[in-house]
């Protein structure tokens, strides 16, 4: 099916964050840093921090649309750094969500548990660090509604990345879940290093991360 691939608006938010949520449910992560918190609690903060990203400017926000249904049934966001001069097209946000857009986690629901979150997001900015430049692209996001998985959704979401790294000759870094895994490998992501949270001192496990990296085909 040739679903269509659209910039997000603010108004694709609760959309964004169901499907955020519900395709991230799996992983431990999310039930350790919100040990209480229930699906309509979660999808909607998952709401409010889509607003974080509709408001920076490096940040591409895309929604995949079922052309049947009309209904949104894949998120992916892309980072690509001001330096290689590619704006997001969105309209401006409204106030209630631009002051979500400042502090999402201000809105997190209670309890959170601040230590495995800050564990993690120091996680992925070490990996950052170590292996990419001010010049690389990075797919942030990409998750496709659970019902919907499997028939190309998130294909279709990775097209618009490809073509623009090709175009501009810039690396993709990602960290990759063991479902996206396959999918990388298949449109020219290799493994570069692996990161684990622990979350065992908190009775929850680890949870490992492929960290990838997609060189541009050359220009022909
Ligand atoms: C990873 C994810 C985004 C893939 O999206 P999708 O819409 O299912 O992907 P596609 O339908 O375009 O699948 C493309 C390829 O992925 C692989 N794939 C998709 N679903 C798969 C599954 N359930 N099991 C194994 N491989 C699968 C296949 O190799 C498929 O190739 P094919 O076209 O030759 O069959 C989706 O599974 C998802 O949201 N997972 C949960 C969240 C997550 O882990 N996101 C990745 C973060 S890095």
Redesign the pocket.
């Known amino acids: 099916m040739a679903y269509q691939i659209e910039y997000a608006t603010e108004q694709d938010a609760p959309e964004l964050g169901l499907i955020n949520y519900d ?2 449910k799996p992983r431990m992560i999310l039930g350790a840093i919100f040990p209480e918190s229930n699906q309509p609690t979660l999808r909607a903060y998952k709401a409010i921090h889509v607003m974080k990203h509709l408001a920076n400017p490096e940040t591409h926000v895309f929604k995949a649309t079922d052309p049947t249904s009309g209904a949104i049934v ?1 998120y992916g966001r892309w980072h690509i750094p001001a330096v290689l001069g590619i704006t997001p097209n969105v309209p401006g946000l409204s106030e209630q969500a631009q002051t979500y857009a400042k502090d999402p986690v201000a809105f997190a629901p209670e309890p959170m548990n601040r230590e495995i979150y800050t564990a993690f997001r120091a996680m992925l900015e070490d990996g950052r660090k170590r292996h990419t430049t001010e010049k690389d692209m990075m797919l942030d996001l ?3 509604l659970p019902s ?8 279709a979401l990775l097209r618009w990345g490809i073509e623009v790294a090709d175009r501009l000759q810039a690396r993709i870094y ?4 063991p ?2 895994y ?2 990388y490998v ?1 449109y020219g992501w290799k493994k570069i290093d692996e990161a684990t949270l622990d979350m065992e001192q908190h009775g929850h496990g680890k949870d490992t991360f492929v960290l990838m990296m997609r060189d541009p085909l050359p220009v022909s």
Request: net charge neutral; glycine share 22%.
């Open positions: 395709s991230c894949g990409l998750v496709t919907c998985q499997g028939r190309g959704v998130g294909t990602l960290e990759s879940t479902e996206g396959p999918l298949k």
